[in-house]
């Protein structure tokens, strides 16, 4: 069964750092773009960065300059770090990848369940 899985967040103060992870698991065929996404409380779900398989980045104007998106293609693994943290990045995380899987000819969306970051002293 493929899934994604997000790992690292959690609580930290204003000013601080977090390192997020996403693993990819599954018969995968090829994982084309990664990304992650964000959903505060009430809010819908805004983009933060994304990463092609060739490791072109785009970053939202709020993340740039704090977040540097990354990946390891021999893991599957995407990762977000996040410094200069602000209350205002209060949000669940979600990772989102572009996967062909083993034995489909097509991408196919996938989110992961997500994880919590907040940010407060």
């Known amino acids: 069964q493929l899934q994604l899985v997000e790992s690292g967040g959690g609580l930290v103060q204003p000013g601080g750092s977090l390192r997020l992870s996403c693993a990819a698991s599954g018969s995968i065929f090829s994982i084309y773009t990664m990304g992650w996404y964000r959903q505060a409380p009430g809010a819908q779900r805004d983009l933060v960065a994304t990463i092609t398989s060739g490791g072109r980045t785009n970053y939202t104007d709020s993340a740039k300059g704090r977040v540097t998106n990354s990946r390891d293609n021999a893991k599957n693994t995407v990762y977000l770090q996040m410094n200069s943290l602000k209350p205002e990045d209060t949000a669940v995380y979600y990772c989102?990848?572009?996967?062909?899987?083993?034995?489909?000819?097509?991408?196919?969306?996938?989110w992961g369940k997500g994880t919590q970051v907040t940010v407060s002293s």
């Open positions: 989102n990848a572009d996967i062909r899987p083993l034995g489909i000819r097509r991408e196919i969306g996938y």
